[in-house]
Structure formats: C-alpha cells, structure tokens
C-alpha cells in the first residue's frame, strides 16, 4: 500500500554510473537502479520544476522530454536515461527569452495554481515540434495523458492553439 | 470604456513567468539542508481494534532516525489512532529517514496487529440500529420523532402529563422507533411556513430520493510539509495551505506550543479547492518527526495516500419533495438529507437549506443528519455541500416543469427572488443577478431557438453562492523611483495577488508593471484569513483599497507641502500629484514625493489595510449544457457548456473566466465520472486509473460569460468568483440527458451503464 513516490518498490542495491545531458548540461551521478529519472531530475540534481502528481504515470505533471519524445519522467528509471538528452521546464526559455509556448500560456491565462504546467508546457512542446497543424481537436486528445484540476482546458488549449499558430509562422 | 484603467482589465499575472518556468517553489520543492523523509504508517483496515504495534524492526533498519506513534504526541491530542481505526488508510505511526525508500521500507516493517470489526461504508445502513456503532450510539431522533416530541413538550405546558392527547402522541411516537437514527455525527434543522400546507395546496408534487457520490478535490499537488525544529524550540514548517496562520494555530494547539513558537511559510500552493486547511493530514506528524530527530523532515503524501486519508467532500442522500401549482408557483419544498461524514463530524451539512434554491418558496422545512461511515473524514470542496443540495433542488425543478409544460427557463424565472423579496428562513434578497445571469446563459447558448436531433438534449440549471469574508492586512510602500511593493500574507489563490496588485495600481494610478507584491510568513506578515470561500479578492481587495486609500493620504499630504498648495487643489494622476488650477501645469511625480519623505517628520509613504468584515452578497451561476446520448452504449458526449456567473465586478476578467471554466469542469466531472468507491474494506479506488477526473479529451470548450451585478460592499462590486461555477452543473448535465433520452437519473455520477439500465427499464432494447 502507498507505494513509494520515487522506487518501483525495489530493494536497495549498489549504485550505478549514470551520464544524463539535463538541459544541455551533463551530469555523471551515482544512483540507486530503483530511482526514477523524476527523482533523479529532482532530488539527485535539484531541479524542481518538473512536478510529481501521481507517481503511477496517469497524471502527465512529471513530462519531460527525452531524446524529442515527451515520457512522464515517474515511469522511467533513472538508470535507463542514462546517455540520453533530457529537457525539462528549466531548460526551455533560452537568453532570457520565454518560449513561445510559455508566453502562450501567460497570454492566455492557461495556468492557475501551476502545478500542473511544467507538464504540459513539455507535452505541448513535444506535440508542436512534431505537428504543428494539428486541430484543436486532435490536440485535446493528445494532449489527454495530462490532467488539469483547475482550468477546465479551455485556456490551455488555447495556450497551445496560440503556441502552435506562432511556431507555424516561424518556421 | 470602463472608467477604470488597472481593475476591470485581462493582466498577465504576477506570477507568470515563475509559473512557466518551473521557479515556483510548491511544498515539495523545499530542501532544507539535512533533510529527512517522512512516511506515516497507516492502517490495513478500515475498522479494527489495535492490539499492538512493533517498530523494533524498523527502528533497526539503516538510515532510519525516528518513528513516533501517538505516544510521542505530549499533548495527548489525537494524531495517530492508538486502540481503533475507524477507517482504511488511517494514520498510526510515522517514520523518518535519510531516504524516501529507506523510510516506506521502514512504515512496511512495523508490525500491527489488528483485530478486525464489522464495517458500514452506506449511510443509510449506517443509520440503522443494526449497524456497527464507531463511536457509541450517537443517537438522534428523525423529522417525525421531533416533531411529536415537540408537540408533547409543548403540550405538557398546559396539560397534565397523563392526558389522552399526550398519550395519543406518545404511542405515535412509538410507531417511529425506525427513525430513531444511530452514528449521527451531526443535526441540522430549519423551518418557515407550513410545508404540509403548501403541499395540499399544490397541483404538482413531485417526490425523490437523490443520491450524491464522495467525491475528492484531487488538487494536483498532493499535501505535503516540511518542518524543521531547532535546538532553541523554534518550529519552522513550509506548507502547502490555504491558510498559514490557521495552521500555525493547529499546530500550537494541537501540540500545546506557544503560537510565537511557530512559524509557517506558505509555499506556492498545487490547488487546495477547499481541501488544503488540514493540520494533522502531513505538518502535525512532520513537527513531531523533526523535534524527535532533530534534522528537517518533509512528509509528502502520494496520490494514493490522498485517496485514503485526504478529507474529499462528503457524499449524501436527499429526499427531496416540491410542490408547485399549475400555472408554476412552487408552494413548498422539503428536503430529509444524510451527509456521509466518515469517521469523524464535520460534513457540511447545513448547506443543506440550499435546496431552496434563489427561489421564493413561501413554505420549506430541511432536516439534515451528518452520519458516521467507515471513511476518512471531509472538508469544503468548492461551495461545500451547494452542488450536492442544488443537484437535488435543481433537478426537481425540471421534473415540474415537464408536468406542467413550461420552459425550464421561464420556469426558473418566473420563481426567482427579486430585492426585497423574503429568503424563506434567511432575511431578505439584496440586488442579485438572478435573472440577469440565467438570461444571459440562455441568450448565449440560443436556448430560445434550441434544437437538438434524436437523443440529443438541453439541461439547465442555476446555483447560488455567498462569498465568505475575514480578516486581512495589508501594507503598501513607495519607493523613490515611483514604484510600489505590497506585503501582506495571505496564500495566492488562482490569481488574487495579482487582483490586489490590480486594485493597488488603480488606486495609485500606477502602472500596473510598477507595483509588485511579497507574501510574508506567519511571523512577518499581519494576520490573514484562509484563501477559500471565495473571500480573498473580497476580503484582501478590500484591504488593499484601504493600504492603498492611506498611501495616498500620505501622498497627498507630501505634495501640499512640496507644492505649497491646499491638497483640494491637488489630484492624484498618472502617477503623480498635479495642481489642478495651475497653469501652467504643475506636477510632482510620486518617485520624487518618496524620495522627499525620506527627509520629512512624517517619514515614508508606508499605506496600511486592514478589514475584518462586511455583509457579502450572494452570487448565482447559471449553465446550460447541449448533449448527445448513446443509447446503445449509455454514452454521453457533451456538444456545449455554456456558464455564466454574476461575479459582481471582473477585476481581471481573464482570471474570472477561468475560475468560471474550472469550476463548471468540476462540476461536469461530478456529475458524470467522479466517485470514490468503498468496498468491505474501504476506499478501492484510490488512483487516477480507477478514479478517473476530466481530460481535455473528454469536453469541448468551456464559453463563459461574465454578468456584472455590483456588490455594495465588494471592492469595485465584485463578490466572491471562485466557488460559485461547480455548484450548478451536476443538475444541469443530469437535466440535460434527462431532455436527451427521457430518462431522470437521481444517482450520479451518470455513468453509461447507469443510462444504459435506465433505457432498459423504459423499454428501450439495446
Ligand atoms: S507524476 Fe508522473 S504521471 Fe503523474
Ligand atoms: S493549473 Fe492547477 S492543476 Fe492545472
């Protein structure tokens, strides 16, 4: 019962050598194989910004990005990302500039108590970079693996809708 | 054009750029150094005597530095059950350790040893004098009982004890023993006019029994605390709450430390929806766990811990009875309600009276029970206890109307209270949008021309609120280079500071970019009151009027010195103090009045707020929704949402609408697919897989509209915003599938199979 926030309930073991690429930034760290990369990220190399909501994969508030794909960052042992390039939250404005997704997401007032943007900004980013064209439609059902308690969506998607429109015009 | 620049427009919030960027610092992001991990051991079942409990075992594992049960709790005060659980998941013991691993190893290896007690997780089982009792008989009399008990005692006055009439009534009440209701954890009763008269009077009756589910706030960031004891005694706890300064009093008393002792820093709050004032649920037991080991310690539950011994709003049963005439006046309403309250009391049960709706019902009685069940206990979830009521309330309406064939609008209209009107066993009605808010919904959902094709269908329904309203400080200061800063200490709730950081710059006709606001911890900031009952922006907006009201007091009265005038020739504008009659033009900007200050006798521009209360105003929401029913899979797929809300005054729209957004989500997710489902042993669904909450796949966009109504004692008018929108759309979905497929569901959430039994029972063949 009450499963462990950062193992998959296995037993302590000698600690491994892992490399991870964290926002551009490499990390050689020594971790215990039953660690995930959301503890890892976290309480290992101290960034908070991605969220932890459920520990079980079903909320979508630990998305990070590994090697361009979004992966809710609980459902992956940290020992397994090892050689892998991984950006979270931290590492997506770049010179002081917000992403354009950030700024969406401002602009629209897509967040409210926030916990759950960190997550959706990457899954968001992740989507746009692969397809920008989607339809509002298939963004809410993209986007479906990421829960929100407080917006109701409606800002969100229109924080996303916003983001991909800009991106479209850029590139 | 609104004759305001700063309130009243769509601002970027001040917390923007931390928000999307991950800088915000939640609970959990606290890391003090040395910190420990705390993790509480909880019990197995959901009743059962302890017989012991063993931490040798685990007090041997490396890495672990403490574990206290209710024996390390000096006050006595109840934290971990010590001889009885009353429910799955209920705290027992906890432990610290250097790793979060190390510490739920730790929690698997004490070893208790239970001996197992019958369970009842269904209040109306609960009730019956065959039930298992969890805290004695608690006893209480139902409707009927009190009434004849009432008679006799007030007979007794003026007859002699033995007369044939007391008697009658005696064996009257004999023939009630079923109502002699057991594990009654609370009663609460109101009364005006004569229902059974306005029954007989009634050309419609319509009678039912609504069954609403326990549902929980699932906030997205799970509680947690950190806290840390030095060797001077002084607590330090960072906790994710609504309220700081209520949980510094929680903990002082319930550990019996001097409030002074005790320092609490709200950190950025992950959504709390009502459910975040807990004070033993994580910084009770990570005070304890600190003072034992002497080194920081976080507690931070799991989504699955939130599910067992989070405090979720209360399920409950209604059995509601309306009476109308044919040509629609509703004559009575009497509602007999049991709140399921689980182990301990405390579920809203008052809200109950909210089954009157904003309408004028000249005779209404509402007798409510709160009802022990083997569950954790609960808390306000968003308006506690007005969806579960106004689900009731609201759904009968509908039902009238389709008896006497009139437009649920025009219905609901042609009923509600106007200014003046009596509140049936409440005062009198203040200028509400009542009206304005429903026409306004239906105007923008085309309800006047609505058309719907097979098994699509049109529900509406309204539900009214109060904001709540406490005390609050604020100060404002003005710097030399014209800018303004606030510190006050009350918790952000979706989007308040930057409401007050609005209200601030209005005032002081400052950019709105010019003004920031700092949130002090309970040792430095003044007293404030919990973010939740809608009461912030009322509450500290008003305060911040009044910082900013003083500021500019001391602003006006620097520059009558500075510019050697009366301050009746002066004005306040654009950021500076100008002499109205002069000519030519003559101004002192407020950076260089602050840096004059510096060297006055009256010091500073240092403006101080402070409110306690005034009379709120209610506030009403009003939703239609447009769906489409599969009968062959009992599937509903909702087409529209439309929800407008009189919200007084919209000091940042933006934020406005999307309270108004969140909130109608919640309350669709409610009616339609949240539940918290209990079995032989307690709550089984305790993750997100079982318990599912609304993705942005499961709804389309959510159209708000924003109804202006002032308030007379709100800042600018406006009223509390964020509770208000969850309260009316469990009635609207189920009106709306009910227009769909003919079928009223009085039990929800409206799940397919549930539609799909329904249509069977009306002949419909899958
Ligand atoms: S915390 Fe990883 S999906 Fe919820
Ligand atoms: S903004 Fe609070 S959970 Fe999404």
Known sequence: ?171 | MSEYSVVGQKLPRVDAVEKVTGAAQYGADVHPAGMLYGKIVRSKHAHANILSIDTSEAEKLPGVRAIITQDDVPSGRRVFATDKVLYLGEPLAAVAATDPDIAEEAAELIKIEYEVLPVVQDVIESIKSSAPRLHGDATKDGPNRRDISAKIKKLADQVDSNSDEIRKLETELEKHTDEVYYNISAESHTEAGDVEKGFAESDVVVEDTYFIPRVHQTYMEPHVSVASADSSGKITVWASTQGPFAIRSGIAGTLGIPLTQINVIGTTMGGGFGGRFGVIITHVPAVLLSQKSGRPVRVQMTREEEFLDGRPAPGCVIKLKTGATKDGHILARQALAFWDSGSVSGASIGSTIRVRGVYKIPNIKVDAYGVHTNKSGTAAYRAPGAPQAIFAGESQLDDIAEQIGMDPVKFRLMNMREEGDAVPAGGSEPKVGYKETLEAVADAAGWWDREADENQGWGVAVGDWTNGCGPGGVYVSVHEDGSARIFHGSMDITGTDTAITQIIAEILTIPYENVTIRRGDTDSAPYSTGSGGSVVTFTMGNTAKLAAEDARRRILELASERLNTNEDNLELRDGAVHVITADPPKSISLGELAAYSLSTTGGPIVGKGSFARQPSTPALAAQIAKVEVDPDTGRTRVLKLVASQDVGFAINPMAVEGQIEGGTVQGYAWAMMEEMQYGENGNINPGFVDYRVPTSADLPTVESVIVEVPAPNGPYGAKGVGEPPITPTLATMANAVNDAIGVRITELPIKPEKIVDALKNNGHEA
């Open chain 1, 1 to 171: 019962m009450a499963r462990s926030t950062t193992s998959f309930g296995l037993q302590a073991t000698p600690k491994h050598p892992v490399s991870l690429t964290v926002n551009g930034d490499e990390h050689d760290l020594l971790i215990e194989p039953r660690k995930t990369l959301l503890a890892v990220l976290r309480d290992t190399i101290g960034l908070t910004g991605t969220k932890e909501g459920c520990s079980t994969g079903d909320c979508g508030a630990c998305t990070v990005i590994v090697d361009g794909k979004a992966v809710t960052s609980c459902m992956v042992l940290g020992v397994t990302a090892s050689g892998k390039e991984i950006t979270t939250i931290e590492g997506l404005a770049s010179d002081g500039e917000l992403h354009p997704i950030q700024q969406a997401f401002i602009d629209t007032g897509g967040y409210q108590c926030g916990f759950c943007t960190p997550g959706f900004i990457m899954a968001s980013k992740a989507l746009v970079d692969e397809n920008p064209d989607r339809t509002e439609e298939e963004f809410r059902h993209a986007l479906g693996g990421n829960i929100c308690r407080c917006t109701g969506y409606t800002k969100i998607l229109e924080a996303v809708l916003q983001a991909a429109e800009e991106i479209r015009t850029i590139s």
